[in-house]
C-alpha cells in the first residue's frame, strides 16, 4: 500500500475521531453541567478555539522537521492517549474540583474546567490537520499547495461525516463512553503502527522507538477493551461522578444519558444529571397543584394530553378522576423503559391503565398530527431552557394547542416563581412566556407559588370566574383524595393578596412576546440561570438583552471604514482580506447549520434521526464543495474572481434561507426540502477553502503549506466559535431567524467590501 493510500486513510481516521470526540465529550460534560444551552455554547467554544490553537501553533512544528511521519504519529498517540481520559475527568470534575454531585457550576467554573479537560484531546487534534496538508503534499503527485489542502479538507469532512453518524446510530445506542473512548484510541494508535509501516525498519533510533511504543500500546487498548478491565474504569468513574448516591443503572440513548439511583424504597431517575422522575414518593405538593387544580376548573374533564413528566405521580393523580382517555406524550423511550424496569405500585397503576396511551414522540410533533381534542393539555416542563423545549413555550405553540381544546378546554403551563423575590430576570422569564399566553387566548389564570408558578388559559371566562367555593364544592363531589389540597389551602393558595403582589412584582417587565422564529424565552431562561449561579455576569446578560439589528449595522460599518482606512496606511494589512473571509464563512456556515436545525424543529417537530439526516447531508455538501473547488483549481484563470463570487453567493443565500421559511411557516412543505438547503449550505462554505489557501500561498513571500493551512483552518475554528456562542446564545433567540442572517450578510458584506479593495494585491 502507498504512502499516499496511508496518510489519506489516517485523515479520514483524524475526521472520524475528532466528531466523536467532540461530540462525546459534550455529552459528557453536559451531565456534569446539567446540560443547559448555554453549556453546551461554552463546550463548542472552548473546543473550536484549541482546535485552533493547535491548528495554527502546534501545526508549525510539521515545517521545522524532516521526521513529518514521526511527529504525526507522536501526536497522534497524545491524542489517543488524553481523550479517554478526558471522559474520566469529564465524570470527576466536581470530585477534583470539590463540589457536591447536587452543586450546578457557574459560567466562570464551567468555562475554565472544560478548557482544561478538552486541551490536550483538542490541541492535538488540530495540529493533525496542519500535519496532514504538509504530509499529503509531499507524497502525492499533482497535489501541491493548495490542491493538497482541499484534498486533505474534503477528506477529514468525509471521515466526519462518517463519524457523526456512527457515532448517532451505532456507537451510543451498543456501546457506554469509556467502551468507545478506548475503542477510538485503539483505532487511532492502529492508524499510527499503519502509517509507520515502510519506515519502521529504518535504522533510526526514534522511528523504532515511536513503532515499538504504538505497538504495544495497541495491545495494552486490546486487552483493556476485550476483558472487564473497561467495565470496572467505568463503574469506578460513576461511584465518583455520582459520589454518595447508589447508582443502580446508567445508560445512554440517543436523546441523552439516563441514570436511576435508589435510596431505601424510592427510586430517582435523571436525564443528563437532572431529577425529573422519583418513585414511588413523588412530590406531592407539585402534583396536586399541577394536576387537581386544573381538573378543578374544569367542568367536566375526560380527555387530558400529557406533554413530558407524566409518570411518577401526574397520571396517577389524573386517574382519581373518571377520565375516558389520557394520551402521555415521552421523547426519550428509554427513560420510560427504566421506570417500567424499576417498577412501583404506583407506576405500575399508571402504565397499566386502559385509559393511558403512551407515544414516544416528540409533544409538538404529536400535537401537530393527532386529530383528538382535548379537555386538558398539561405541559409537564417548567422551563424554556433550550430551543427544544422552547417550542413548547411559543406563541405559535400556544395557538396550535388552542386548535386542540374542546370548549372549555384547558392549557396549563409552569414556570419558576417565588412568593417572596421575583428579580429582573425571573420577572422577564415569567413576564414573557405570560405575554404569549395573553396574546393567544382571551382568559389566563395566574396562580404564583413559592417555587412554580401556574398559568392557566383558556377560551372559557369560567377559568376566571370560577371561585374556591366552586372548587371546594368539585372536590368534595367528586371524592378526590388528597394530601395538601384541603379547602383550607385552596382558599390559601388562590388568596388575592398573592396575585396582586406577583402582578405588580412583574409589573414593568418585558413586552416581548415569546415566537417560534424568535425563542425570546431560551435567552430569558439562560439569563435567569446564570443570575442564580453567576450573578456578577448580570451586566453582560442585560446588554446582550438590548441588542438590535441597527447596532450591529453600525458596528459593522464602522469596522468596515476602520479596515479600509488603516489599508491605506498599511499596505501588507491587504493580504488579511483572505483570513477575514474565511472568519465570517465559518461564522457563516455555523449559523446555516444552527437555522437549518432550528427552523426543522419549529416547522415540523423534533424527529432526532432527520436532525442527524441534515447535519450528514451538510457535511456532504461540504466535502462536495471542496471537490469542485480543488478539482478546478488549476484550470480557474482568475482565483480572486471566483472567490469574491463564492463571497456574493453566500451573502445572497443568508438573505434567501430565513425568507423560505417565513413564508412556508404556515403552509406545508415537505421536510424534504431541507435537504438541498443543507447541500447548498455545505457546498458553499466548501468552496471557499481551498480558493483560500491557493490565494493566500500566492501572496506570502515565502509560500509555507503547513503555515497557511493552519491560519486559514484556525479561521475557520474562529469563526465557528463566534457563530456557536453568540448565533445560538445571543442571535437566534434575540434577532430571531431572519435578524440572525442578516447580520451574517453584514458581516460577509463587510469582508467583501475589505476583499474588494485588495484586488491589486491578490490577483494573478
Not at 175 to 203: K, P
Not at 343 to 372: C, W
Not at 425 to 433: G, Q
Request: with cysteine; aromatic share 12%; hydrophobic share 50%.
Amino acid at each position: 500500500m502507498t504512502t499516499k493510500t496511508r496518510i489519506t486513510l489516517a485523515i479520514i481516521i483524524m475526521g472520524f475521531s475528532g466528531i466523536v470526540a467532540q461530540i462525546l465529550l459534550l455529552r459528557e460534560l453536559l451531565i456534569t453541567f446539567y446540560g443547559n444551552e448555554l453549556s453546551i455554547g461554552i463546550i463548542l467554544a472552548n473546543w473550536l478555539i484549541l482546535e485552533a490553537l493547535g491548528a495554527f501553533f502546534l501545526g508549525k512544528l510539521i515545517a521545522h522537521t524532516n521526521r513529518k511521519i514521526e511527529l504525526y504519529v507522536s501526536v497522534q498517540l497524545i491524542f489517543s492517549l488524553v481523550f479517554p481520559i478526558a471522559i474520566y475527568l469529564s465524570r470527576t470534575l466536581k470530585e477534583i474540583i470539590g463540589v457536591s454531585v447536587a452543586e450546578a457550576l457557574g459560567i466562570v467554573p464551567m468555562l475554565v474546567s472544560s478548557f482544561f479537560i478538552l486541551l490536550l484531546v483538542s490541541l492535538t487534534h488540530g495540529a493533525l490537520f496542519t500535519f496532514s496538508c504538509s504530509i499529503y503534499s509531499s507524497v502525492a503527485k499533482n497535489a501541491e499547495g493548495a490542491t493538497a489542502v482541499g484534498k486533505v479538507y474534503i477528506f477529514e469532512t468525509i471521515g466526519t461525516l462518517l463519524g457523526g453518524i456512527s457515532f448517532t446510530y451505532l456507537l451510543i445506542p451498543y456501546f457506554q463512553s469509556l467502551q468507545v473512548g478506548l475503542a477510538i484510541a485503539a483505532l487511532n494508535i492502529f492508524m499510527c503502527i499503519f502509517l509507520l509501516g515502510q519506515f519502521w525498519r529504518r535504522t533510526e533510533t526514534i522511528t523504532t522507538i515511536i513503532g515499538s511504543l504504538s505497538a504495544a500500546l495497541f495491545v495494552i487498548s486490546c486487552i483493556v477493551l476485550l476483558t472487564n478491565s473497561t467495565n470496572a474504569i467505568h463503574r469506578l468513574s460513576i461511584e465518583r461522578q455520582w459520589k454518595g448516591q447508589n447508582i443502580i443503572h446508567y445508560e445512554n440513548s440517543i436523546y441523552g444519558n439516563v441514570v436511576v439511583t435508589q435510596r431505601e424504597e424510592q427510586y430517582t431517575f435523571f436525564s443528563d444529571g437532572i431529577p425529573i422522575i422519583t418513585t414511588p414518593t413523588p412530590d406531592i405538593m407539585f402534583i396536586e397543584e399541577f394536576v387537581d387544580l386544573p381538573m378543578l376548573y374544569h367542568p367536566k374533564p375526560q380527555e387530558i394530553l400529557i406533554i413530558s413528566g407524566g409518570a411518577g405521580g401526574v397520571i396517577n393523580e389524573i386517574l382519581k378522576y373518571p377520565v375516558k382517555r389520557v394520551d402521555y406524550v415521552e421523547l426519550d423511550p428509554l427513560l420510560l423503559k427504566l421506570v417500567k424496569e424499576y417498577s412501583t405500585p404506583l407506576t405500575d397503576a399508571e402504565f397499566t391503565s386502559p385509559v393511558v396511551k403512551i407515544h414516544y414522540l416528540d409533544g409538538r410533533y404529536f400535537m401537530n398530527t393527532t386529530q383528538n381534542t382535548y379537555d386538558i393539555i398539561l405541559i409537564g416542563l417548567s422551563n424554556p431552557q433550550d430551543l427544544q423545549v422552547n417550542r413548547l413555550f411559543t406563541e405559535e405553540f400556544f395557538s396550535l394547542a388552542k386548535g386542540k381544546l374542546k370548549q372549555g378546554g384547558i392549557v396549563v403551563v409552569t414556570m419558576p416563581g417565588s412568593l417572596t423575590y421575583i428579580g429582573e430576570e425571573l420577572k422577564n422569564l415569567n413576564r414573557c412566556i405570560l405575554n404569549s399566553l395573553n396574546d393567544v387566548f382571551p382568559f389566563v389564570k395566574i396562580i404564583p407559588g413559592d417555587a412554580t408558578n401556574l398559568f392557566l388559559a383558556s377560551q372559557s371566562e369560567q377559568i376566571i370566574s370560577t371561585d374556591n367555593g366552586v372548587l371546594t364544592n368539585r372536590l368534595e363531589m367528586r371524592g378526590i383524595r388528597v394530601s395538601l389540597l384541603t379547602p383550607f389551602y385552596i382558599e390559601y393558595k388562590l388568596h388575592p393578596r398573592w396575585l396582586n403582589w406577583f402582578m405588580q412584582s412583574i409589573e414593568h417587565g418585558t413586552e416581548r412576546i415569546n415566537k417560534d422564529f424568535q425563542p425570546l424565552g431560551v435567552y430569558y431562561s439562560l439569563i435567569y440561570w446564570n443570575a442564580l449561579f453567576s450573578p456578577y455576569m448580570r451586566g453582560l446578560f442585560r446588554f446582550f438583552e438590548g441588542i438590535r439589528l441597527h447596532q450591529f449595522l453600525i458596528l459593522v460599518i464602522g469596522f468596515t471604514l476602520l479596515i479600509l482606512a488603516l489599508r491605506l496606511t498599511f499596505k501588507g494589512i491587504s493580504k488579511a482580506s483572505i483570513p477575514l473571509c474565511i472568519i465570517t464563512t465559518g461564522f457563516a456556515g455555523m449559523i446555516f447549520d444552527l437555522v437549518l436545525i432550528f427552523a426543522f424543529q419549529t416547522l415540523y417537530g423534533y424527529v432526532f434521526y432527520w436532525v442527524g439526516i441534515l447535519v450528514s447531508v451538510l457535511m456532504v455538501g461540504v466535502a462536495l464543495g471542496g471537490y469542485v473547488a480543488t478539482s478546478l483549481l488549476e484550470r480557474i484563470k482568475k482565483h480572486i474572481t471566483f472567490f469574491a463570487g463564492t463571497e456574493v453567493a453566500v451573502i445572497v443565500f443568508s438573505l434567501i434561507l430565513p425568507l423560505i421559511f417565513i413564508k412556508t411557516r404556515f403552509s406545508f412543505v415537505s421536510p424534504i426540502l431541507f435537504l438541498p438547503l443543507s447541500i447548498i449550505s455545505g457546498l458553499l462554505i466548501g468552496l471557499e477553502f481551498p480558493i483560500a489557501n491557493k490565494l493566500y500561498l500566492g501572496i506570502r513571500g515565502k509560500p509555507e503549506l503547513s503555515g497557511t493551512a493552519g491560519l486559514l483552518y484556525s479561521a475557520d475554528l474562529i469563526g465557528g466559535w463566534f457563530g456557536g456562542i453568540l448565533g445560538g446564545v445571543v442571535l437566534l433567540p434575540v434577532l430571531g431567524l431572519l435578524g440572525t442572517c442578516l447580520v451574517v450578510c453584514m458581516f460577509k458584506l463587510s469582508a467583501l467590501i475589505f476583499l474588494s479593495s485588495s484586488f491589486s494585491l491578490l490577483k494573478k
